[in-house]
């Protein structure tokens, strides 16, 4: 009888496929966002691919997040997976909003800032789905997963030098001809911060989660 009801349980290794998964989702829409800001064409097709990753990433939020309540021994604290699969699903539901934001305002053209903080997005999502396989074997890995943290935590500070160049250049352009140009220009600037802004939340996670275990 107890054999069969922990055959039931979702094993510790189901937890790490699932992180994996949805650290897939985040490299997909990061890619799709960045193919956006190339404008044009390229806007609408992937605006559809940013929400279907994002449905994808909401679904195995949600199976993580029931692995937990079902599952009597975890990888690491229940806190901590909660976390750190928050920080990564706001990561994507930011991509979202910052497409969303992009069609609203019916934008087709965006800036070299736009486009270089688009590929520091894709960067962060490379680096995220490096750090998951690798606090399978945390206390191992812990110094590249250091470096991975770091590495998150200077693209945000890259990030937020390309929002301000960038703001600065919007103004420069906009502010005697058209107002509405800067007002939808820095709502762009403000989504794209805020995914970054968002990936080194996760990257605080899983320092914090190496910290706890190391």
């Known amino acids: 009888m107890m054999r ?6 979702p094993k510790e290794e189901r937890f790490f496929d699932m992180f994996a998964a949805h650290s897939k989702t985040l490299v997909a829409g990061a890619e799709a966002l960045r193919a956006l800001l190339d ?15 994002e449905n994808d990433a909401d679904v195995i939020t949600r199976d993580i997040l029931i692995a937990v309540r079902r599952t009597f021994i975890t990888p690491f604290d229940r806190g901590a997976i909660k976390e750190l699969i928050t920080s990564m699903d706001n990561s994507i539901d930011q991509m979202q909003k910052t497409a969303k934001a992009v069609m609203i305002f019916e934008l087709r053209e965006f800036t070299p800032q736009m486009r270089e903080m688009g590929d520091v ?37 890259q990030a937020d030098e390309l929002h301000d160049q960038g703001l600065h250049e919007l103004f420069r352009r906009y502010r005697n001809a058209d107002p509405m140009g800067y007002i939808t220009g ?23 989660t190496v910290i706890e275990h190391v």
């Not at 404008?39 to 990753?53: S, T, Y």
């Not at 690798?134 to 500070?157: C, M, V, Y």
């Not at 709502?187 to 995914?195: A, G, N």
Request: proline content about 1%; overall charge negative; aromatic content about 6%.
């Open 121 to 157: 997005i894709k960067r962060c999502a490379g680096l995220v789905e490096e750090a998951i396989p690798r606090l399978k074997s945390i206390s191992n890995e812990a110094h590249r997963l250091g470096e991975i943290t770091e590495e998150i935590s200077r693209l945000e500070g």
């Open 4 to 9: 069969w009801f922990n055959a039931l349980l």
């Open 186 to 208: 820095n709502e762009v600037y403000d989504h794209l911060e805020k995914v970054v802004d968002r990936f080194d939340d996760v990257a605080n996670v899983i320092h914090a």
């Open 39 to 53: 404008g044009g064409e390229a806007v609408e097709r992937n605006f559809q691919l940013v929400m279907e990753r």
